[in-house]
């Protein structure tokens, strides 16, 4: 057996999805943030731009800075093969997607004119509370689901408090973050009832 069939392209989905990101990322460094803001970047642009409409997903692939990169990626590592692998590829694909989709439209909607976003941390949020529902049996909800919804939803509305508040201004999106874990948590009920 060659060393090539030892490894296994276990989640192409995830897998294709950290490569494109890593690859917006060093678009990104070599332009200096023009292809970040360009195609990797959420923001309010004329509905008639039709890069408006890449932009609504594309703003998943793009990332600040390496540290943006490894944190969101970490996790989604850590994550996505257990989805794709209980859901599906196609199905995965779609959550994500569609998570895209409604954060970006999101932000657009609620943000400052000049605000911009990107980043997978909708995409992250998404993920854990999907993660989640794998244990859901029976109508019975795990304990785990219960701690990990308070925790990452809770962290993320007292992130946008304090920001309205003016207490701090991280530059962080936590409304993003919010409605993408909504959306997990939508995932896994209609996957639940399937």
């Not at 850590?78 to 694909?93: K, N």
């Not at 605000?115 to 785990?144: C, D, H, K, W, Y």
Request: proline share 3%; hydrophobic share 55%.
């Amino acid at each position: 057996m060659s060393s090539m069939e030892l490894i296994n392209y276990n989640a192409p989905v995830v897998l294709t999805y950290a490569a494109v990101s890593l690859i917006a990322l060093i678009l990104g460094k070599l332009t200096r943030g023009s292809t970040d803001r360009l195609l990797f970047s959420i923001y309010k642009s004329s509905p008639l731009n039709p890069l408006t409409y890449l932009r609504l997903v594309g703003h998943v692939f793009g990332h600040a800075n390496w540290q943006h990169y490894i944190g969101n990626f970490m996790l989604i590592l850590l994550i996505g093969p257990m989805l794709e692998d209980r859901y599906g590829s196609y199905s995965l694909a779609a959550m994500i997607l569609i998570t895209a989709v409604v954060t970006g439209l999101l932000f657009i909607a609620f943000s400052k004119r000049g605000s911009a976003a990107l980043g997978a941390s909708g995409i992250v949020f998404m993920m854990i509370l999907l993660g989640s529902f794998i244990n859901v049996e029976q109508g019975r909800i795990p304990v785990t689901l219960i701690i990990v919804a308070v925790m990452y939803i809770g962290k993320e509305f007292l992130g946008e408090a304090a920001k309205t508040l003016k207490m701090k201004n991280n530059g962080v999106a936590h409304a993003m973050h919010i409605f993408g874990g909504l959306c997990g948590a939508a995932f896994g009920v209609f996957m639940y009832l399937l």
